[in-house]
């Protein structure tokens, strides 16, 4: 399972201050963290940027590029912002992401052609609303393999997330167990390995005990892990839960056991 | 999912001890502690009983019985010490268990008729072996209802243990994985929600550092879980692992989330 770093973000206040003054240590600080924590990506999300789209997102990349090795997944859903920063990008980035909402279809999707990377395609109406099932997001899945097929890119492009709600939702607990149906299903739906990824912090989004939500999260990773889950983003701060990650690995991985390998 | 303690157990020197001079109370300790720490089922293990096998298991079943009113399962593979001990328990308890064995279809399986009784039943060869993969375990099951049948027992009776390997073995890691697949398959394949259960310490038998055994089994125990197991036979006396299991509950119960279900 890869690790998607999700802390370069605007809800962080650090970064939401050092990209309002265009300061790139604040970031590379955070940056370089997230790499000597383990993250296999890091995930950068500016927010919608409403304005200065291109020359913010440009930056970002550029600034964490600069202090760090690590392949990067670009999350906004300004176009052009986008485009900006995946030029920007040296190792061939993640595009995250694009649903069948009519604006990203047009404007995000081509650019996994233009760029020739991966993306993230989620599991969502065009409308934007969370369908109430499994059968629904396998059903969405196949358009969003449509979508591909018309725009004539690879299908083994696409990285699906099936969109995790948070647990206090009315049907909060019983999404998570067809999440799970989901993505145990799809590879064998779509014909081929197709990867998955799921924001795992989306579990306990809302009020609540920060440890318990902690807690949660740890313990549904290794049902993700179980399931088939390829990629997971989270705070790469989380110790636990990194842990938890890698002792998936160490069940999962048809290897050859060792306790070393066990955090 | 229902927790059935493993703790009174002959391995355990404290109940070889109490067993070999017949002193209830250091079992009546264990026994009041299990309880407390919020087994649902507690697990007799006296191992083989060569000797005075029908006092011994009636003893500890009545000594047990005296100071806890929780259900009971009975391990023994000797069937009159079995029979005894069942004829002493109040409530109805649990076979633990039999399997292709001739043996134990012959002398242990008739008990769950005779006492009216579940029974649990390991996916084993009849000479003992362990199968290889989840094919090979589906097929047992089937023989086993194929037993029940014969013998004209409900197959509701049944309780499957899929028979948990260590991971160190040199398929362990697969064999893990295979074993979700079987839970999960179960109820289908029989037709109706068969329960299963699985002796968690087994994952990480063998030599390795304890702190990381447990991990291990709290991160294997979510994947059961999701899988659909029904009960785990467990250390009572890890409290991370039984906050695992509480947590699954959390996630998997399609009922109203609450924080307060959460440990």
Sequence with gaps: MQIIADNIQI?????????GKM???????????????GADIIDINPGPLTRDGEEKMTFLVETVQHVCGLRLSLDTSNPSAMAAGLKACREKPVINGFSLEPAKLEKILPLATEFDCDIIGFLLYPNGMVPGNAEKRLNLAVQLFEAFNEKCIEPQRLIIDPVLVPLMWEDGSRQAME????????????????RTIVGLSNLTS?????????????????????????????????????????????????????????P
């Excluded at 064998?188 to 197709?194: E, R, T, Y």
């Excluded at 902690?214 to 290794?222: I, N, R, T």
């Design 23 to 37: 300061d790139p240590l604040p970031v590379q600080d955070l940056a370089k963290k997230c790499e000597a924590a």
């Design 206 to 262: 809302g009020k609540g005990p920060k440890e318990k939500k902690l807690f949660l999260e740890e313990v549904y990773l290794p049902m993700l892990a179980s399931a088939g889950l390829d990629m997971v983003l989270m705070n790469i701060f989380n110790q636990n839960t990194l842990s938890v990650a890698k002792a998936c690995e160490s069940i999962i991985r048809q290897g050859i056991f060792s306790w070393e390998d066990v």
């Design 11 to 19: 809800t962080n206040p650090v970064i939401a201050r050092a990209l």
């Design 179 to 194: 999440l799970l149906t989901v993505i145990r299903m799809l590879p064998d739906l779509v014909g081929f390995p197709v």
